[in-house]
């Protein structure tokens, strides 16, 4: 089984209030990513956990947390939501060893109003 | 300035014709590439990786890599109506135990019945 799952598909959140979106896979992959995908725009990388170590890119280290309590589950927390975290958020997993395929989730669609 | 560019944004085929897509990179880090394709309501899927010079074919996939020049490109050819879908190109970097994506936005594959 290749399969990424993420939950919900949709989710609908209110400005200024907390959104949690939970991954799932049972590849027993090493890594697991988080991307935000908006309308025109490439996916872009928000932060990844190697194992137990979370690392987060740059421009996006204030905005994001997640939480990764065993190897096969992964979140992304954001604190307050604002209108500009209105995208997709793909989930991903990839096993260690460099050039390895990198398998994605069917995302979650947040819409933040 | 994006670093890795794709074009066509959008292209239409004829079924049985010969699609070609482009991707060029910006950034002489990337020595990795990879091919995802995305079909509506699934998350991106790989097609295939390539990092030699030259060519690298898999079925009715031909992918060619000039590393001086940077540029991916994938060709299909007998292109059937299940290829029309998002194509995104994809640069790769290993490190912290991560396989990093930096994408481009994607062209849009239609192939016409």
């Known amino acids: 089984d290749t399969t990424v799952k993420q939950n919900p598909r949709y989710k609908l959140a209110r400005v200024g209030k907390p959104v949690n979106l939970i991954c799932s896979q049972t590849m027993n992959h090493d890594t697991m990513y988080w991307y935000q995908k908006k309308p025109n725009q490439a996916p872009k990388l928000l932060l990844f956990?190697?194992?137990?170590?979370?690392?987060r890119e740059a421009d996006t280290f204030e905005k994001f947390q997640s939480s990764r309590p065993n190897n096969s589950f992964c979140s992304l927390y954001i604190g307050s939501a604002g209108l500009e975290y209105s995208a997709m958020y793909l989930c991903?997993?990839?096993?260690?060893?460099?050039?390895?395929?990198?398998?994605f989730g069917k995302g979650t669609r947040l819409t933040v109003v | 300035q994006q670093k890795v560019q794709q074009s066509p944004e959008s292209l239409s085929v004829p079924e049985g014709g010969m699609a070609s897509l482009n991707c060029t990179s910006s950034d002489r880090n990337f020595q990795y590439f990879w091919w995802y394709r995305q079909h509506s309501g699934e998350g991106p899927k790989a097609l295939m990786?390539?990092?030699?010079?030259g060519d690298k074919k898999e079925g009715r996939f031909t992918a060619h890599l000039n590393k001086a020049s940077l540029h991916v490109s994938l060709h299909i050819r007998d292109s059937q109506p299940s290829d029309s879908a998002l194509y995104f190109c994809?640069?790769?970097?290993?490190?912290?135990?991560?396989?990093?994506?930096?994408f481009g936005k994607g062209t849009q594959l239609i192939i016409q019945p």
């Open positions: 990786s390539i990092f030699s010079d």
């Open positions: 994809a640069a790769s970097e290993h490190a912290e135990g991560a396989d990093r994506l930096t």
């Open positions: 991903a997993s990839s096993r260690e060893g460099g050039r390895t395929e990198v398998f």
């Open positions: 956990y190697y194992d137990k170590i979370l690392n």
